[in-house]
């Protein structure tokens, strides 16, 4: 059992104290809500998509630290990317916290977000490290709500 | 925060009251477990649990069917467990004692047969702002069926009932007002003699949840004159899976059965079933006999430490640890009646409870962190979520210390 002390590292803290890419893109092309209903983590997600690419993102909402800095790195992480590089690095990551898939050799697409694979040994905090990715998912589906429930 | 005059009374051996739970000499994350969540599930001690063990090993079989020594005897063992709970709640007769699975299933009683017996369209159901979902959930199901409607007494900040709202609130389409005896959030011991009092005037019945109220008060449900009163055997170191409704035997008596099938007829034929009194009636199919047995052991074992040492006790350390934690900046606690039992709900700036909840569990301190089954109460208090730290009598002072050195540590981790 990882001792969750171990979960919050200094990116972790230092992204949930000063999370990136806060706020809300208006008019943006896509567009989510995420709701955990069991800790009440919400979060909004806007895009702008623009040839196949996301141009810019943000985010709003409240959440716990793991929550928080899981969306503050991921909208990170895929802008300037081609939509379908973020759609595999939302499947990468759902794997790696869901203990499917090994982060030393079958997520390349995650850099530091690798940060997050201690998660999956404490199943009730998952959801909220999934939750900015639930919600991506989402969005580019063209779906108004993601829920982890 | 009140304290029961403990004058005179001999305090609790803790550490050997320790000794009866084998639970608490385990370790996570390298450190010893300290274990402040007893309003989620208390603790049994030994003695509950080999009492259960005994009537599996040596004296398993189903109760009220045939002759055999054997049968006889578990449904001994069975009914005198149902005497040791109508005692323990003051209780007039056994027969006002039914078993359910727990709280939950005991409400979804009451609403599914005195609620579909006595609420009509246009009806009403008073309900109090503290309800845990268990006391919400069924009626509102019961009013959507029916068409009635939900009334919530309010709370103020201290998260104390408006009882002055009472009047305006009980009119004559009322018909049932529900709450809870102790806040599992809060912590506030509610006055429900005085709101009994107040309903019955107005000739409307009272179901009191006793779930949070039974580990830590003596209830006695003539004096506080309840029509329904609930509680469930885990929260009284006692086993899940069973749980108590009483109510008047008068209800409970005019009430129609509820499920159907075995242990809960006189006669059945095709043409005519007819049922057992009370509370046989209530009681289909084979009961989760050890929980039975075993509640029945958990009573022997508080009765014996005593609810007023009990009490005397866990006030102590509420109010220990109030203080303590009231005094870190930046920390509030959710709660402030004066009459409170020992639950501690905070919260704490830039900090979410999960993340506490997480923290504090690397350092061995289990406590709850999330909405506890009562998410109007979040909302009445503009929170997500809360930590809570519950106390029980085989909690000390140094747990204590130990929660409190680690949220100081949780919150210097997260400056």
């Known amino acids: ?149 | 925060m009140t304290s029961p005059s403990n004058i005179g009374l001999q305090p609790l051996d803790v550490q050997a009251i320790r000794q009866d739970f084998p639970l608490l000499s385990r370790v996570f994350h390298g450190k010893p477990v300290v274990y402040l969540d007893s309003a989620v599930s208390g603790q049994m001690p030994a003695h509950v649990i080999e009492r259960m063990a005994k009537y599996e090993r040596e004296e398993h079989t189903n109760v009220h069917r045939g002759v055999s020594t054997l049968s006889q005897e578990a449904t001994d063992f069975y009914e005198a467990a149902r005497e040791k709970v109508r005692k323990f709640l003051g209780a007039a007769s056994a027969r006002e004692i039914v078993w359910t699975r727990g709280t939950t299933e005991a409400i979804n009683l009451v609403a599914q047969t005195f609620g579909r017996m006595t609420v009509k369209e246009g009806d009403e159901i008073l309900l109090s702002a503290m309800e845990h979902h268990a006391d919400i959930v069924p009626w509102q199901m019961l009013a959507q069926e029916k068409g009635a409607t939900i009334k919530v007494i309010p709370m103020n900040d201290a998260g104390e009932l408006i009882l002055e709202s009472l009047d305006e609130l009980i009119t004559d389409r009322t018909k049932l007002l529900g709450v809870v005896h102790v806040s599992n959030v809060l912590g506030t011991i509610n006055p429900v003699k005085e709101i009994i009092a107040r309903a019955h005037a107005k000739g409307v019945p009272v179901l009191v949840d006793g779930a949070q109220a039974v580990p830590h008060l003596k209830v006695d449900v003539q004096d506080l004159d309840a029509d329904f009163y609930v509680f469930s055997g885990h929260k009284l170191s006692g086993p899940t899976g069973i749980g108590v409704l009483y109510g008047k035997l008068a209800l409970l008596e005019a009430m129609p059965p509820w499920h159907g099938g075995g242990s809960m007829i006189r006669s059945v034929s095709w043409e005519k079933t007819t049922y057992l009194p009370a509370p046989g009636k209530f009681e289909a199919g084979t009961p989760p006999i050890a929980a039975a047995i075993g509640l029945g052991a958990a009573i022997d074992y508080v009765t014996a430490l005593g609810l007023d040492r009990i009490a005397a006790h866990e006030h102590e350390l509420l109010a220990y640890a109030t203080e303590k934690l009231a005094a870190i900046p930046g920390l509030r606690i959710l709660g402030t009646a004066r009459d409170k039992a020992s639950v501690l709900s905070f919260v704490v700036d830039g900090i979410h409870p999960h993340d506490m909840g997480s923290l504090l569990d690397g350092e061995g301190v289990v406590v709850r962190a999330g909405h506890h089954c009562a998410q109007p109460v979040m909302t009445r208090f503009h929170v997500p979520a809360t930590t809570r730290a519950s106390f029980a009598y085989f909690n000390t002072r140094e747990e204590v210390d130990i929660l409190v050195s680690a949220v100081l540590k949780a919150i210097e981790l997260f400056k």
């Not at chain 1, 203990?99 to 997520?107: F, K, M, S």
């Open chain 1, 1 to 149: 059992m990882t001792d969750p002390r171990e979960l919050y590292q200094q990116v972790i803290l230092e992204h949930n104290k000063k999370p990136r890419n806060f706020g809300k893109l208006a008019p943006c092309t896509h567009h989510a809500e995420g709701h955990n209903p069991l800790c009440g983590d919400q979060l909004d997600l806007t895009l702008v998509v623009e040839d196949g690419v996301v141009r810019d993102v943000k985010f709003e909402g409240s959440g716990c630290a793991i929550d928080v800095a899981s969306a503050s790195l991921m909208t990170g992480a895929i802008k300037g990317r081609p939509v379908a590089e973020a759609e595999a690095m939302i499947d990468q990551f759902r794997g790696m916290v869901r203990g499917e898939l090994d982060p030393a050799t079958q997520t390349p697409l995650l850099g530091k977000l690798t940060l997050f694979q201690g998660v999956k040994d404490i199943p009730s905090r998952v959801k909220c490290a999934i939750l900015p990715w639930a919600t991506l998912h989402a969005a580019l589906k063209g779906e108004e709500e993601a829920s982890t429930e």
